[in-house]
């Protein structure tokens, strides 16, 4: 009886061995798997009063944010943040505006003597006919001045094409995205459009400050169509405007200094959503002091994530 039961179950081990194998039910198809990488959007924000005053000593339960209405938890918060500086200082060098600048370059050096720490770089560019980066990015203010002293001149103003260039090469910068840009607003050279440069600048979170040079208020050239260009851009970047009358622009410049450093940093994780778009609107209110302005870029493009059910 042990021979026989010991040979039933030698037998039924090869017949397990030779028995074929039952595949694996592959993972439906209906089920689709999404990988969803969630960063941190940062947003930079100034408060002002009624008479343009920053407002210090704000703390993170002061604010509420939230995102295409839906109300987020802000995660990261800072007051006159260190984070690094990138900045492109775009000055136009067309001849509507040559005579005022000697004036322009004068202040530039005094704005970046004041502003610029050993952890921020400045690029410096110059545009007329075409788009020139006179001094790449760099903290070495005398290189800076070697650049201002040899900018180059020209008739024509290709001033959309330095904003969509200025801000591609600010595109792969960490930290803090500004574009500080002196023109009188006129864009005469065929090319990038307006809304090719604002999309560029948004998509690639840059602040645009516009230094807007009238050399003459009632002049019948007078361009207002490129003015209010370089408004938009700037509010719509979470930037601002100066008007720099009658060539005096060392006070705009100095806004511009102590904007940069009195802004809030709000960061959160936003919520990932299904949609077909990728542009999130932003919104920051203060829960208490409403006659406070809030200034800050309006959204931000992200990936589009999961389409939407069918």
């Known amino acids: 009886m042990k021979s026989l039961r010991h040979r039933f179950a ?3 081990t090869l017949l397990a061995l030779c028995a ?3 595949p694996q039910q592959p993972p439906s198809s209906n089920t689709p798997t999404y990988h969803v990488k969630v960063r941190l959007v940062n947003v930079f924000v100034n408060v002002t009063d009624s008479t343009g005053a920053p407002i210090g000593g704000l703390k993170q339960d002061d604010f509420n944010l939230s995102e295409d209405g839906v109300p987020q938890k802000i995660s990261y918060f800072d007051r006159q943040t260190d984070m690094p500086l990138s900045l492109v200082l775009a000055i136009d060098t067309s001849g509507s505006v040559r005579k005022d600048l000697d004036i322009e ?3 530039a050096h005094d704005f970046m003597r004041a502003l610029l720490r050993p952890v921020d770089r400045l690029d410096l560019i110059d545009f ?6 006179v001094v790449p990015f760099t903290a070495d203010m005398r290189h ?3 650049g201002l ?3 180059d001149l020209g008739p024509a103003t290709a001033l ?3 904003i969509y260039l200025s801000a591609q ?3 792969p910068r960490s930290g803090r995205k500004v574009l500080v840009v002196i023109s009188d607003g006129g864009n005469t050279v065929k090319g990038v459009d307006y809304e090719q440069a604002l999309d560029q600048a948004i998509r690639n979170e840059v602040m645009v400050y516009s230094l807007i040079d009238i050399p003459i208020l009632n002049d019948a050239g007078r361009d207002t169509g490129g003015e209010h260009a370089l408004i938009t851009l700037s509010q719509e970047t979470g930037g601002k405007f100066y008007y720099a009358e009658f060539g005096d622009i060392r006070d705009a410049f100095a806004k511009i200094s102590e904007d940069l450093r009195t802004q809030y940093l709000v960061g959160y994780y936003p919520a990932q959503r299904r949609s077909q778009t990728d542009f999130r609107r932003i919104q920051v209110t203060l829960k208490s002091n409403p006659s406070y302005t809030l200034r800050y870029r309006p959204g931000y493009y992200a990936q589009a994530s999961a389409p939407l059910d069918q």
């Open 20 to 22: 074929p194998a039952v």
């Open 128 to 133: 007329n006919s075409s788009v020139r980066e």
């Open 10 to 12: 030698i037998f039924a």
């Open 144 to 146: 800076l001045d070697w």
């Open 149 to 151: 002293n040899n900018l």
């Open 169 to 171: 090469n600010l595109a």
């Open 160 to 162: 959309y094409d330095a």
């Open 105 to 107: 370059t004068r202040a």
